[in-house]
Nanobody, 127 residues
């Protein structure tokens, strides 16, 4: 059974930084894409960043240059380093895993549709 658990959210001021973590179980990084998504109140969930099976990262336009996705296979943990945070980054952040190589095309290159989700961690950025 796949389990994802996010941590590291919190409240920061504009320009601050946070590092989110996603501990995974029952999941093989070399078989699946892992990614970060976020959802602000009243808005749809949007993609933030993902890392392909071969380690290639992808970012949304809003994340590129400020956020860095990485993974520690030995610890089965996915990370999202977020710098220069702005109030518009305020959202619930979710860790996700895709359906594997046989899934339908997903929101990131090289990844299929995301089907595994954690419970989320809240990020709040004040101006």
């Amino acid at each position: 059974q796949v389990q994802l658990a996010e941590s590291g959210g919190g409240s920061v001021q504009s320009g601050g930084s946070l590092r989110l973590s996603c501990a995974t179980a029952g999941y093989s990084y070399d078989s699946y894409c892992m990614g970060w998504f976020r959802q602000a109140p009243g808005k749809e969930r949007e993609r933030v960043a993902a890392v392909e099976r071969d380690g290639t990262p992808h970012y949304s336009d809003s994340a590129r240059g400020r956020f860095t996705i990485s993974q520690d296979n030995a610890k089965n943990t996915l990370y999202l380093e977020m710098n220069s945070l702005q109030p518009e980054d305020t959202a619930m952040y979710y860790c996700g895993g895709d359906s594997g190589p046989r899934g339908r095309p997903g929101p990131f290159p090289g990844c299929s549709d995301f089907r595994y989700w954690g419970q989320g961690t809240q990020v709040t950025v004040s101006s």
